[in-house]
């Protein structure tokens, strides 16, 4: 009877363990696809994320490719599913709203990266200020072309976000401390598409037809990999340069041949792990307030972007060269 007994309760003790973790939200952080070894680590970071909060059922999924279309079909599917919150890193700010619009209809808490000019969303996180991060890059490429000569800015796509406004932030920086650089007037931003051949060719045709075209600023991360390719292949090492936003892993032989001297960085792990955490406190009904700890390194002290209620700020970029490039560990 006493085994009986224990068995019961037992069983009665599983059951409401299984019952709680049922209670728990599920998180689904939706990137701009699956394969991009940027989002890759991002899902390492939101795995481990949801290894530490157990509570919460919080994964990240994405589609095959980068397509706005079938992030967009995605995204109409988590809200069907009737998910409790959706992190996402949009594809196309303009073809993404309606179903984001749809998200928060439907009760669904909406957290975005990468999407300062979102509408319809709870809240947006950027690991920096876009603009000085954009400033940053250019410092880090006017270093490299001696703070003298032509350039151009290379974005995935003109109606990509954050791309536009880091490269916005660095024509804005070069017109100030650097007199001596100047943007290329017949084509003053080029896109890859987040490709890094269509980034090769692209940079391959502007060096060709624009001889004293000296510096490229990129934006995705296969812009500059794709850059100094057509650099190295036509024979313009030291002459002619490139900085961008990298993988360090993925970039380490470039950097240490000399073809690219700067990478930029945030970690997207942890910025998968901070649109999780800050989804995580809107769905329990916490405060949102200035300075905002998330518990995430680089998210400790989030600040609202000037003129916005939506748009927090964090401060995360790092650089990359020959000399460090194997210290991050991804």
Not at 211 to 238: C, H, N, Q, Y
Not at 251 to 263: E, R, T
């Amino acid at each position: 009877m006493k085994k009986t007994l224990a068995l019961l309760l037992s069983l009665l003790l599983m059951f409401s363990c299984v019952a709680a973790l049922a209670d728990g939200y599920e998180i689904v952080v939706v990137p701009k696809d699956e394969s991009n070894p940027w989002f890759v680590r991002m899902k390492t970071g939101v795995d481990e994320y949801a290894a530490a909060h157990p509570e919460d059922t919080i994964y990240q999924k994405g589609t095959p490719e980068i397509d706005a279309t079938l992030q967009y079909q995605l995204v109409m599917d988590l809200v069907a599913q009737e998910v409790d919150a959706i992190c996402v890193v949009p594809v196309d700010l303009a073809s993404i709203e309606p179903a984001l619009k749809a998200a928060m209809d439907a009760g669904i808490v909406v957290i975005a990266h990468e999407g300062a000019a979102l509408e319809n969303v709870d809240y947006d996180i950027e690991a920096f200020n876009n603009e000085l991060y954009g400033a940053f890059i250019m410092d880090n490429l006017a270093a490299a072309m001696g703070e003298e000569g032509l350039y151009t800015t290379m974005v995935a796509d003109l109606t990509n976000g954050s791309h536009n406004e880091w490269a916005d932030g660095g024509v804005k920086r070069a017109g100030e401390p650097y007199p001596g650089m100047t943007l290329l007037a017949d084509e003053p931003r080029v896109e890859s598409h987040d490709n890094g051949d269509i980034a090769y060719n692209v940079a391959k045709e502007l060096f060709k037809k624009y001889p004293d075209l000296k510096g490229v600023m990129g934006t995705s991360s296969f812009d500059a990999p794709g850059i100094a390719r057509a650099i190295e292949e036509l024979g313009l090492s030291g002459k002619v340069f490139t900085a961008g936003t990298g993988m360090p892993g993925d970039n380490a032989a470039l950097l240490k041949s000399g073809a690219v001297q700067y990478l930029t960085l945030w970690d997207p792990a942890l910025a998968g792990q901070a649109m999780v955490a800050l989804a995580q406190k809107v769905l329990n009904g916490e405060a949102v307030a200035a300075p905002l700890d998330l518990g995430v390194e680089g998210y400790g002290a989030l600040e609202f972007k000037a003129g916005s209620d939506t748009v927090l700020e964090g401060q995360g970029w790092i650089t990359i060269t020959a000399e460090n490039v194997d210290s991050f560990g991804f």
